[in-house]
């Protein structure tokens, strides 16, 4: 046999120190003192000094081995119970524990060492390179006190052996005298003395079988068959019980507790349906301990993730003892220990043992990782107090905080006072982050029915829930406010353009323009059809022959309109920046506007920055009315511009499409050609250049702002299909001024509205 390495051996000296064997009984770890919680400077001990995701692989005397990370070559460390000193385990392709003992397995290669982290007896080395089976053809199931019970590979045909020193200290590799044919399973073990293994045949037809086996000899002591449908995880065996879940993937599984003495059953109790997936079972005294490992990290629902007892008789009420148990591994006095955690003392080692005097089972913590078991915030950056401006967030996060476990779906609510619009934006669970993630909110500016959002008052909420229903969900709230810079033919305050509308009935709508496009700056949350918003904004508006956006004109934040009835009197709107109510009571500007057939504003065309307005009389003659920002008098006195408009149908105001600065006009002659006449800046154009014929097909044109959000101005041009509905295309603006429109996009409006008279 081969010898345990130098390193090997000074490493695992070092871990075991000067401890006898047998010097103690229990783990002897002190438990922190009763008033102390996770973290506090009264605990007795020092907190854990291994990493907080390990996982506990077995219990000796003297101390515990434990694990962190998944597959081989990761680290494996062994801590001392009298002064929680923790050794990092030399490398090794993997390591086993003997449950109950403090014997180790390492294996390299070939070579598996057995060693006895107490430092009583010398190492044991297995060269299974010299079996009679080849090399690499032993794997180790499990280990059971002294005792290696491996997996043999036998002229390709699997089966267990019990490999082990005699009393001559030769090496005892005993195949386990199972029926022929026998193919291994899974194996058990709840201390030095015990000893089951499963396997299948398949005569005479395919079943599982759970056979106890005499550690000491290796003999069969019985047999039994399994159903077909067991969980090969839920199956506990003691020297006087065996415990199993019977039909666990039915809609009524049942725990079955069976002496072994009479092979008659204890007790029969029900589990909850359809949730024993995970399920381990493990017995402590007169108590079967349920759990399902890893409730802190899953990301479902399982009532079993506490770590429960339920009596081995049946009859009295399950208990909970800890609110999850991350590992468990089976301790010398026939008790439990748990890496795992309870909301009121948060994560540690806990001892579950069963109380001698009452009999009830009981648990104690025996060393903390100073970390609470209940979802917190550690680091947090909310929402402002006072007034966020959408503008300048430039798709950076809104808010972020950091929580203790990453398995844990957030939502941050927004909800706006006025309206009652609510915008959520939802984070996790997520399987690849780890604890310390921050979590960050960025939002599109957009409400969950996918309008933009309004400015104003608004309330918020940040709220993180458990997955995995371990512990209450953390919260935040506070208020704000919202604002953004106004945008034009926006009319409900919300940064969007909308397009206006009276119908037949001389009702006045809005509808938002943004819902109707699949568009690049778009979010992708509304890159399908929509049914477009409509807001009724009131009636009585079939007084007029002619409404108009006019842009800013009352010097206020919000576009203005201005109407003109049927008798010639002109009269002003002005925009109220509100979404349930966007204009103020009309005010009169004037009569005697009858004489114009083409009326367009909205464009500042005297470089002033005031929204001006311009009419064409009947002889063709232009005329600009300057845009003065009193409500009370928006318009100065009008001033001739030119002649020779009168070839036109629609004149269009449409703010600065040729990049110049002064604000432009595009109008449409009778033919259905259209033309750009650029602004100069002082109320006069520059010589008309043709934009494109075919443009006759359309019923109206509406300057309609920056639809996409991309700093231009775009044009809106609608006509009716074979059912009278309204279609719509947008022409995005360019910013080339001798080709200032892209190709027309149809809208993608799922129920189409008939829209009348839009501006």
């Keep these: 046999?081969?010898?345990?390495?130098?390193?090997?051996?000074?490493?695992?000296?070092?871990?075991?120190?000067?401890?006898?064997?047998?010097?103690?009984?229990?783990?002897?770890?002190?438990?922190?003192?009763?008033?102390?919680?996770?973290?506090?400077?009264?605990?007795?001990?020092?907190?854990?000094?291994?990493?907080?995701?390990?996982?506990?692989?077995?219990?000796?005397?003297?101390?515990?081995?434990?694990?962190?990370?998944?597959g081989h070559d990761t680290p494996f460390r062994w801590t001392r119970f009298s002064d929680g000193v923790t050794t990092v385990l030399p490398p090794a392709r993997f390591y086993w524990g003997s449950a109950g003992t403090d014997f180790v397995v390492s294996q390299k290669g070939d070579v598996f060492t057995l060693t006895d982290m107490s430092g009583t007896k010398a190492p044991v080395v297995f060269d299974t390179s010299t079996f009679d089976t080849g090399p690499n053809s032993y794997g180790v199931s499990r280990v059971?006190?002294?005792?290696?019970?491996?997996?043999?590979?036998?002229?390709?045909?699997?089966?267990?052996?019990?490999?082990?020193?005699?009393?001559k200290g030769q090496v005892r590799n005993q195949?386990?005298?199972?029926?022929?044919?026998?193919?291994?399973?899974?194996?058990?073990?709840?201390?030095?003395?015990?000893?089951?293994?499963?396997?299948?045949?398949?005569?005479?037809?395919?079943?599982?079988?759970?056979?106890?086996?005499?550690?000491?000899?290796?003999?069969?002591?019985?047999?039994?068959?399994?159903?077909?449908?067991?969980?090969?995880?839920?199956?506990?065996?003691?020297?006087?019980?065996?415990?199993?879940?019977?039909r666990p993937y039915d809609p009524d599984p049942e725990l079955q507790v069976i002496s072994r003495a009479t092979d008659t059953p204890v007790s029969t109790t029900p589990l909850i349906t359809w949730e024993t997936g995970g399920l381990t079972v493990h017995h402590?005294?007169?108590?079967?301990?349920?759990?399902?490992?890893?409730?802190?990290?899953?990301?479902?629902?399982?009532?079993?993730?506490?770590?429960?007892?339920?009596?081995?008789?049946?009859?009295?009420?399950?208990?909970?003892?800890?609110?999850?148990?991350?590992?468990?591994?089976?301790?010398?006095?026939?008790?439990?220990?748990?890496?795992?955690?309870?909301?009121?003392?948060?994560?540690?080692?806990?001892?579950?043992?069963?109380?001698?005097?009452?009999?009830?089972?009981?648990?104690?913590?025996?060393?903390?990782?100073?970390?609470?078991?209940?979802?917190?915030?550690?680091?947090?950056?909310?929402?402002?107090t006072g007034t966020i401006d959408l503008d300048r967030l430039g798709g950076k996060p809104i808010a972020s905080w950091t929580l203790n476990r990453y398995n844990a779906r957030t939502r941050l609510t927004l909800t706006h006072t006025a309206s009652g619009q609510t915008a959520e934006m939802d984070q996790g669970p997520y399987v690849t982050h780890v604890p310390g993630f921050p979590q960050f909110f960025t939002w599109n500016g957009a409400f969950k029915s996918r309008l933009q959002a309004y400015n104003g008052a608004y309330t918020w909420k940040l709220r993180a829930e458990p997955v995995?229903?371990?512990?209450?969900?953390v919260e935040r709230q506070g208020s704000?406010?919202?604002?953004?810079?106004?945008?034009?033919?926006?009319?409900?305050?919300?940064?969007?353009?909308?397009?206006?509308?009276?119908?037949?009935?001389?009702?006045?709508?809005?509808?938002?323009?943004?819902?109707?496009?699949?568009?690049?700056?778009?979010?992708?949350?509304?890159?399908?059809?929509?049914?477009?918003?409509?807001?009724?904004?009131?009636?009585?508006?079939?007084?007029?022959?002619?409404?108009?956006?006019?842009?800013?004109?009352?010097?206020?934040?919000?576009?203005?309109?201005?109407?003109?009835?049927?008798?010639?009197?002109l009269w002003f709107y002005e925009g109220k920046s509100g979404h349930k109510t966007p204009f103020a009571t009309r005010t009169r500007i004037g009569g005697g506007w009858g004489i114009y057939n083409?009326?367009?504003?909205?464009?500042?065309?005297?470089?002033?920055?005031?929204?001006?307005?311009?009419?064409?009389?009947?002889?063709?003659?232009?005329?600009?009315?300057?845009?003065?920002?009193?409500?009370?008098?928006?318009?100065?006195?009008?001033?001739?511009i030119s002649g020779g408009w009168g070839v036109y149908n629609q004149i269009i105001a449409t703010g600065n499409l040729g990049g110049a600065g002064a604000g432009d006009l595009v109008a449409r002659d009778k033919a259905g050609v259209l033309w750009l006449h650029l602004g100069k800046g002082d109320g006069t154009f520059t010589?008309?250049?043709?934009?494109?014929?075919?443009?006759?097909?359309?019923?109206?044109?509406?300057?309609?702002?920056?639809?996409?959000?991309?700093?231009?101005?775009?044009?809106?041009?609608?006509?009716?299909?074979?059912?009278?509905?309204?279609?719509?295309?947008l022409y995005r603006g360019t910013g080339q001024w001798r080709t200032p429109f892209a190709y027309g996009q149809l809208d993608h409006v799922r129920n189409r509205p008939t829209l009348d008279n839009l501006f």
Excluded: C
């Design 284 to 384: 402590v005294g007169d108590w079967v301990m349920l759990v399902n490992p890893g409730g802190a990290t899953a990301e479902y629902l399982s009532p079993y993730f506490p770590l429960t007892a339920r009596p081995l008789k049946g009859g009295a009420p399950d208990v909970r003892l800890l609110d999850h148990a991350g590992s468990v591994a089976h301790a010398p006095d026939g008790g439990l220990l748990a890496l795992g955690g309870t909301l009121a003392q948060g994560e540690g080692l806990y001892r579950i043992a069963q109380d001698p005097d009452t009999g009830s089972p009981t648990v104690t913590l025996l060393r903390t990782f100073n970390r609470p078991t209940a979802l917190t915030v550690t680091k947090e950056n909310l929402l402002p």
């Design 468 to 473: 995995n229903g371990l512990g209450p969900a």
């Design 144 to 167: 059971v006190g002294e005792s290696l019970l491996m997996v043999a590979d036998v002229n390709e045909k699997p089966e267990y052996r019990l490999v082990s020193l005699d009393e």
């Design 1 to 70: 046999m081969r010898h345990l390495s130098t390193t090997l051996a000074l490493a695992l000296a070092l871990s075991a120190g000067t401890l006898s064997a047998g010097a103690l009984s229990t783990p002897a770890f002190a438990a922190p003192a009763a008033e102390s919680g996770p973290g506090s400077t009264a605990d007795a001990v020092p907190p854990l000094s291994i990493p907080f995701d390990s996982e506990l692989v077995s219990v000796g005397k003297t101390g515990m081995l434990t694990h962190t990370g998944i």
């Design 480 to 569: 704000f406010t919202l604002t953004r810079a106004p945008k034009a033919h926006d009319f409900d305050d919300n940064g969007a353009p909308d397009i206006l509308s009276v119908d037949r009935r001389g009702e006045l709508a809005s509808y938002d323009v943004r819902k109707m496009w699949r568009l690049d700056s778009i979010p992708p949350s509304e890159y399908h059809s929509q049914t477009p918003y409509r807001r009724l904004i009131g009636g009585g508006w079939g007084v007029y022959d002619k409404v108009l956006a006019a842009g800013d004109l009352g010097g206020a934040r919000q576009d203005d309109l201005v109407a003109r009835d049927r008798t010639g009197v």
């Design 598 to 640: 083409q009326i367009t504003a909205g464009s500042d065309l005297t470089g002033d920055g005031r929204a001006d307005l311009v009419a064409s009389d009947k002889a063709g003659v232009l005329w600009l009315y300057r845009g003065t920002g009193n409500p009370k008098a928006p318009f100065a006195v009008r001033k001739k």
């Design 687 to 729: 010589a008309r250049t043709r934009i494109g014929s075919g443009w006759g097909s359309f019923s109206h044109l509406v300057a309609i702002g920056d639809v996409d959000a991309d700093g231009r101005r775009d044009l809106l041009a609608s006509s009716r299909d074979s059912d009278g509905r309204t279609l719509l295309r």
């Design 175 to 246: 195949k386990l005298d199972l029926p022929a044919g026998s193919r291994p399973g899974h194996s058990y073990s709840s201390g030095p003395d015990s000893l089951a293994v499963t396997y299948t045949l398949r005569e005479p037809s395919f079943h599982y079988r759970l056979s106890t086996v005499d550690v000491a000899t290796g003999a069969i002591t019985s047999s039994r068959v399994l159903p077909s449908d067991h969980n090969s995880d839920a199956i506990a065996v003691t020297p006087d019980h065996l415990t199993w879940v019977l």
